[in-house]
């Protein structure tokens, strides 16, 4: 049987770098095997539901090259629409498949109905977690005359629909990743499958929608470890093939607590808000929780598709070094087609007010070599505009400490007004026309090496250090660099 996989997030907003990784192993498990990868929306909680968030995290997805072509997709408009042959997609528009799948396991009394008021269960919950240390339903309702429950349910009474876990069994499943996990039944809940204003719960949804989609694996975050062993026991009832299940372990901040919101940037949409290229969030995301096997860092997404394994994820918590993705975005930077880097550097100018979006258009060949002379300073495309400034201003900060002392040297004072002719007399300011004319300069002044460079630099750009000058002049264009040693 081919592989089948799947990504299944609640719509609540946009893709935590989490849900990235997990639809990142799916989509590659998948490709290792030449199997399937869809995408399943997960909006049983209605009330967790946010306008937009399909669409954003969609569109995240596609950012992240991360593509399915089963399931929820955007069309060509950028509509949410369907592909596939075992839809719908979307959990809320399968109302009538769960209604349809809950009667025979009433029917069987695998599941019963519960009729306790929301007060009653508040009551009994924090009666057993004061007793037992953990709240759990007590099961007032499981051995109501199930003829006297249909009534009242046809009577219209409020009510919810619960699995009936049998006393005191353990329920076994093998983890791809966490081996053989065991957990007896006296230690869960009744779980609810159908909630009273009868939508399914993500219990219910998730098991009978990995049945119809022919799941054959299901990849999912470590948190839902917890409540596999009830989708276990639900397939039994039901008479149908568990699924294998791969729990990825939870992704920790530095401090090794779990990543979360309070932690900074946590979504896909912040990191290519910043301007962090989506090569460099996936292949830093692949090597939390996964290692090669060798010590290899750097890898595209084609070459992950044939390297992942999962039994290289390990169990414990992947760390999210900062540090670590700015390292490898610095490198996809360099990587990065000039074109591309420019299209994508050029809102970042316009939003810091340096240009206006026309203007870009217009001096699109100047941004570019911009863009060329800084990309070596970038982890990502948001510190442009703070390294860019030296560009657009029309004077120079002049930096306190050496370059300060630079900028009131002797050397400098020598060199300005040789530096003005020659720079005058320039025809082109191409890197073999300015290394020719600062060589017939430090023929002139005898100032060579750092005498030369330093002062050179701070009287164009304030600073002693920064990209190669050469470049620096070539983007500042002679018009500017004359103001600039004009003081
Ligand atoms: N809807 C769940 C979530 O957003 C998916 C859990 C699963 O993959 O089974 O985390």
């Known amino acids: 049987m081919s592989v089948r996989v799947r990504f299944a997030p609640s719509p609540t907003g946009f893709v935590h770098v989490g849900g990235l990784r997990t639809a990142l192993y799916n989509y590659l498990f998948a490709k290792v095997h030449g199997g399937t990868y869809l995408l399943r929306i997960e909006d049983t909680d209605q009330e967790r539901f946010v306008e937009g968030a399909i669409e954003n995290m969609l569109i995240s997805l596609n950012w992240a090259g991360i593509h399915h072509t089963e399931g929820v997709v955007l069309d060509e408009q950028g509509q949410v629409t369907e592909a596939g042959a075992k839809g719908p997609y979307i959990q809320s528009q399968r109302l009538d498949i769960y209604r349809s799948h809950i009667e025979p396991l009433l029917a069987s009394g695998h599941a019963y109905r519960c009729f306790c008021s929301k007060e009653r269960l508040e009551a009994v919950r924090e009666k057993e977690r004061l007793e037992k240390g953990t709240p759990r339903y007590d099961g007032h309702c499981r051995h109501l005359n199930s003829e006297e429950a249909e009534a009242r349910a046809r009577a219209g009474e409020s009510h919810v629909i619960r699995l009936m876990l049998p006393e005191n069994t353990d329920i076994q499943f093998d983890d791809l990743v966490r081996g053989n996990v065991s957990m007896n039944t006296d230690d869960l809940d009744d779980q609810v499958l159908i909630k009273s204003d009868g939508f399914p719960t993500y219990h219910f949804a998730v098991v009978v929608d990995d049945h119809l989609m022919e799941i054959t ?8 470890l917890a409540s596999t062993p ?10 149908w093939k568990t699924p294998t299940y791969v729990h990825l372990p939870n992704i920790l901040n530095t401090d090794r607590k779990k990543l979360s919101k309070r932690h900074g940037d946590v979504s896909a949409e912040d990191f290519r808000r910043k301007g962090y290229l989506p090569e460099a969030l996936v292949n830093f995301l692949a090597l939390v929780g996964w290692s090669p096997e060798d010590n290899k860092e750097l890898f595209t997404l084609e070459e992950l598709e044939e390297a992942f394994s999962i039994d290289r994820v390990s169990k414990s918590g992947g760390v999210f070094d900062i540090k670590k993705l700015n390292w490898m975005s610095a490198h996809y930077m360099r990587e990065a087609s000039l074109d591309r880097l420019t299209d994508l550097a050029i ?6 007010g340096f240009m206006s979006e026309q203007e870009a258009i217009e ?4 941004v570019s070599h911009l863009v060329e002379v800084l990309r070596d300073n970038l982890h990502y495309l948001e510190e442009l505009p703070e390294k860019a400034a030296v560009f657009f201003n029309d004077t120079i900060d002049v930096e306190a400490g050496e370059a300060a002392e630079w900028w009131e040297s002797e050397d400098l004072e020598a060199l300005r007004p040789v530096l003005i002719k020659t720079v005058e007399e320039l025809d082109s300011l191409e890197q073999s026309d300015i290394k020719q004319a600062f060589k017939a300069i430090q023929k002139e002044t005898g100032l060579k090496g750092p005498r030369f460079f330093k002062p050179v630099r701070v009287a164009l750009t ?19 660099i004359l103001k600039r040693l004009t003081v």
């Open 217 to 224: 694996h299901v990849i999912r975050g470590e948190e839902w």
């Open 230 to 239: 009830k989708h276990v026991y639900l397939n039994q009832v039901m008479g």
């Open 347 to 352: 809102p970042h100018l316009t939003s810091a």
């Open 363 to 366: 001096k699109k060949e100047w």
């Open 462 to 480: 304030g600073n002693v250090h920064g990209p190669d000058l050469m470049l620096v002049m070539k983007v500042l264009g002679k018009e500017t």
